[in-house]
C-alpha cells in the first residue's frame, strides 16, 4: 500500500485517537501521545523510506504562528498556525505535491477529508488499514534485524555478568 508514494500526510490527532482506541497507542496526556506517535511513524518512514508530513492541529491557540520540525530525515512535525486546521493544511499539501508530480498517500480517518484528497490526485489510507501497515512494518523491522519488542523490565549490567565477577565487585565495594 506504501509502496511507490513519495509523501505520507498523517492526520496526527485523527491517528493517535484511532489508535489509542485501539489499544496500539497508550492513552495520556497530549504530549505524551504524540511522541508516541511521532517515535513510532519515525521508524517505519525510515524503513519504507518515505517522507511523513505529521500534522497536528494547533488552530485553536490563540497568537500560534505553527511551527515545523524535522524529526528525522523521513519525518517532519507540523503544528498548524491559529486558524488553520490538519485538514486544511493537509489538503493543501496534497495538492501542492501532487502537482509537481509527487506520489502523495494521506492518512486519516475522516471520511470527508479521504474524499477531498482522493479528488485532489492523492491516495488516501485510514487509520485502522495505516496500522495494519504499521504493525506488519514494525514485525519486518524486528525479523530483519532481530530485536525484539521493547520490555518494560530494566536491563542491568549486573544481570550479565558471571557470578565470580559480580562477587569480586562486590568485595570490592564492600572495602570501602
Not at 519504507?48 to 491557540?61: E, G, K, N, T, Y
Amino acid at each position: 500500500m506504501l509502496k511507490g508514494h513519495d509523501y505520507l500526510l498523517v492526520d496526527g490527532y485523527n491517528v493517535s485517537q484511532q489508535w489509542i482506541n485501539a489499544g496500539f497507542l497508550q492513552p495520556g496526556e497530549l504530549d505524551y501521545e504524540r511522541q508516541q506517535l511521532i517515535t513510532v511513524l519515525s521508524s517505519v518512514a525510515s524503513y519504507w523510506d518515505i517522507q511523513c508530513l505529521l500534522v497536528f492541529d494547533a488552530h485553536l491557540v490563540k497568537g500560534n504562528p505553527g511551527s515545523t520540525e524535522q524529526m528525522t530525515p523521513h519525518l517532519c512535525v507540523i503544528f498548524t498556525p491559529e486558524n488553520q486546521t490538519a485538514d486544511s493544511l493537509i489538503e493543501r499539501l496534497s495538492v501542492s505535491l501532487a502537482a509537481d508530480n509527487k506520489h502523495v498517500l494521506v492518512c486519516t480517518s475522516d471520511l470527508a477529508e479521504q474524499n477531498i484528497v482522493l479528488t485532489r490526485g492523492a491516495s488516501r489510507i485510514s487509520s485502522r488499514e495505516f496500522l495494519l501497515e504499521v504493525k506488519r512494518a514494525k514485525q519486518e523491522i524486528n525479523d530483519v534485524y532481530g530485536r525484539h519488542p521493547a520490555t518494560t523490565q530494566r536491563s542491568w549490567l549486573e544481570d550479565s555478568l558471571p557470578s565470580d565477577i559480580k562477587q569480586a565487585l562486590d568485595d570490592m565495594r564492600k572495602k570501602k
